[in-house]
C-alpha cells in the first residue's frame, strides 16, 4: 500500500519552500508514495503528474488555510511542515492525536541573534520551542545547522540537503573569462550588497549585475557606478536566461542556511564566492567548484586571481556542474525518501 504524504506549502507561488515542495512531488516515487499538496488563490499551474491538491483562498486565508491543513493531516499517513509561520498549530496538534508522522527542515541558524532569528519571529524562545516540540523529526539543512541550531530544539544529527532542479537551469555553458558578475538575493542590510558596489568601483571593466528587490535598492542604485546594473526580481525562467551571460555569482552575507542560488548558478556552470561564517566548506571546496573566503580583501584578491587566471575559473565552472548534479532533486530524493520511510 502507497504511503500517503501531505506537503504543507503553496505549490503555485514562488517561495523557497514552495519551489522545494513542488520538487519533491514531482520526483517522489508514485509506485511508494501518494502526494497531496496545497495551491493558494486562482493562481494557476501545471498540472504535476499523480499529485493532488487542496485549495487555500486568499480571501478567507486564515479559516481556509486551517481547514486545509487539517483536511491534509487527516488524509495522510506522513506531513512535511516547511514554512512554519502559516502552519496553524491546531494542525501539529491534529496530527499528533491521530498519530501522524510528522517532518519539517530548518533552513537558517534559529539561535544566531545577530539578525531577526526564528526566536524573534516565534516573540521569544518559550514560544519557538512549544510549536516545535510537536514536531519529532527536526533535519537541518546543512551539518553546520544540525550541530549550531538547536536552542532547546532537538534537531536531527545528519541533514536532509534540499536540491536544485539542474534542467532548469543547465546551459551546459562552461565560463572562461570574467566579464559578469551577479548577486541574487534580496537588497537589504544583511545582505551586504555594499560591499558589493564597493567591488564595482574596483573593478570598473566588470559588470555587477544585481537582481532582487529590498529596502536599500533606491539608496543604493543613486550611489552605485555605472558598471553595476539592476534587474529587479526576476522569475524562473528569466534568471535561467539571464545566467547564461553571468560568469560568477557573489553572495557576501554571513548568515545563512544553504542558499538556493548556489546551486542554481551552479547548475549554470558559475560558481561562487561566499564568506566561511555559515559553514559553506561542506560543499563548496575552494578552487574546485567556487570560493570560500573569510573577509572583503580576500574576496578581492580571489577577483584578481580568476582574472589573472582565466583557467581557474574554467576548472571552477565545471567543477560548479558536477555541484548541481550532486545536488539535482533527481538524484537527491532518494536520500528525502529513506528518512521518511524511517521516521519517528
Given at each position: 500500500?502507497?504511503?500517503?504524504?501531505?506537503?504543507?506549502?503553496?505549490?503555485?507561488?514562488?517561495?523557497?519552500?514552495?519551489?522545494?515542495?513542488?520538487?519533491?512531488?514531482?520526483?517522489?516515487?508514485?509506485?511508494k508514495y501518494s502526494v497531496k499538496t496545497l495551491l493558494?488563490?486562482?493562481?494557476?499551474?501545471?498540472?504535476?503528474?499523480?499529485?493532488?491538491?487542496?485549495?487555500?483562498?486568499?480571501?478567507?486565508?486564515?479559516?481556509?488555510?486551517?481547514?486545509?491543513?487539517?483536511?491534509?493531516?487527516?488524509?495522510?499517513?506522513?506531513?512535511?511542515?516547511?514554512?512554519?509561520?502559516?502552519?496553524?498549530?491546531?494542525?501539529?496538534?491534529?496530527?499528533?492525536?491521530?498519530?501522524?508522522?510528522?517532518?519539517?527542515?530548518?533552513?537558517?541558524?534559529?539561535?544566531?541573534?545577530?539578525?531577526?532569528?526564528?526566536?524573534?519571529?516565534?516573540?521569544?524562545?518559550?514560544?519557538?520551542?512549544?510549536?516545535?516540540?510537536?514536531?519529532?523529526?527536526?533535519?537541518?539543512?546543512?551539518?553546520?545547522?544540525?550541530?549550531?541550531?538547536?536552542?532547546?530544539?532537538?534537531?536531527?544529527?545528519?541533514?536532509?540537503?534540499?536540491?536544485?532542479?539542474?534542467?532548469?537551469?543547465?546551459?551546459?555553458?562552461?565560463?572562461?573569462?570574467?566579464?559578469?558578475?551577479?548577486?541574487?538575493?534580496?537588497?537589504?542590510?544583511?545582505?551586504?550588497?555594499?560591499?558589493?558596489?564597493e567591488l564595482a568601483e574596483n573593478f570598473d571593466n566588470?559588470?555587477?549585475?544585481?537582481?532582487?528587490?529590498?529596502?536599500?535598492?533606491?539608496?543604493?542604485?543613486?550611489?552605485?557606478?555605472?558598471?553595476?546594473?539592476?534587474?529587479?526580481?526576476?522569475?524562473?525562467?528569466?534568471?535561467?536566461?539571464?545566467?547564461?551571460?553571468?560568469?560568477?555569482?557573489?553572495?557576501?552575507?554571513?548568515?545563512?542556511?544553504?542558499?538556493?542560488?548556489?546551486?542554481?548558478?551552479?547548475?549554470?556552470?558559475?560558481?561562487?564566492?561566499?564568506?566561511c561564517d555559515y559553514g559553506a566548506s561542506e560543499w563548496?571546496?575552494?578552487?574546485?567548484?567556487?570560493?570560500?573566503?573569510?573577509?572583503?580583501?580576500?574576496?578581492?584578491?580571489?577577483?584578481?586571481?580568476?582574472?589573472?587566471?582565466?583557467?581557474?575559473?574554467?576548472?571552477?565552472?565545471?567543477?560548479?556542474?558536477?555541484?548541481?548534479?550532486?545536488?539535482?532533486?533527481?538524484?537527491?530524493?532518494?536520500?528525502?525518501?529513506?528518512?521518511?520511510?524511517?521516521?519517528?
Open positions: 500500500m502507497k504511503k500517503k504524504i501531505f506537503l504543507g506549502a503553496y505549490i503555485n507561488h514562488i517561495n523557497a519552500q514552495n519551489i522545494n515542495c513542488r520538487s519533491i512531488a514531482t520526483h517522489l516515487d508514485k509506485n493558494l488563490g486562482n493562481k494557476s499551474i501545471e498540472d504535476l503528474k499523480e499529485v493532488s491538491y487542496i485549495n487555500v483562498s486568499q480571501s478567507v486565508f486564515r479559516l481556509s488555510n486551517t481547514f486545509a491543513f487539517l483536511r491534509g493531516v487527516l488524509w495522510a499517513d506522513i506531513c512535511y511542515f516547511p514554512k512554519h509561520h502559516s502552519t496553524p498549530k491546531i494542525a501539529l496538534i491534529f496530527a499528533k492525536i491521530f498519530n501522524k508522522k510528522i517532518f519539517t527542515t530548518i533552513e537558517g541558524n534559529m539561535c544566531d541573534r545577530s539578525i531577526k532569528s526564528m526566536i524573534d519571529s516565534f516573540n521569544g524562545i518559550d514560544n519557538m520551542v512549544s510549536y516545535f516540540r510537536f514536531i519529532p523529526n527536526i533535519f537541518g539543512i546543512t551539518k553546520h545547522l544540525c550541530s549550531r541550531s538547536n536552542c532547546g530544539v532537538r534537531i536531527e544529527k545528519n541533514p536532509l540537503y534540499l536540491g536544485v532542479e539542474q534542467s532548469l537551469f543547465n546551459n551546459s555553458n562552461l565560463k572562461y573569462k570574467l566579464n559578469n558578475i551577479v548577486f541574487v538575493g534580496s537588497i537589504v542590510e544583511r545582505k551586504r550588497v555594499h560591499e558589493i558596489l566588470i559588470i555587477f549585475n544585481i537582481i532582487g528587490d529590498g529596502d536599500l535598492r533606491i539608496s543604493f542604485e543613486n550611489i552605485a557606478s555605472e558598471n553595476v546594473v539592476f534587474h529587479g526580481t526576476l522569475t524562473h525562467d528569466e534568471l535561467s536566461t539571464l545566467f547564461k551571460d553571468m560568469d560568477l555569482n557573489i553572495l557576501l552575507s554571513k548568515s545563512e542556511g544553504f542558499p538556493k542560488v548556489i546551486l542554481e548558478a551552479a547548475a549554470s556552470g558559475i560558481p561562487s564566492i561566499v564568506y563548496i571546496a575552494t578552487n574546485k567548484n567556487g570560493f570560500v573566503v573569510t573577509s572583503f580583501n580576500d574576496v578581492t584578491n580571489k577577483i584578481n586571481q580568476i582574472i589573472n587566471n582565466p583557467n581557474l575559473l574554467q576548472n571552477n565552472s565545471e567543477g560548479a556542474l558536477d555541484l548541481a548534479k550532486k545536488f539535482d532533486w533527481k538524484n537527491l530524493i532518494r536520500n528525502w525518501e529513506y528518512e521518511i520511510d524511517n521516521l519517528r
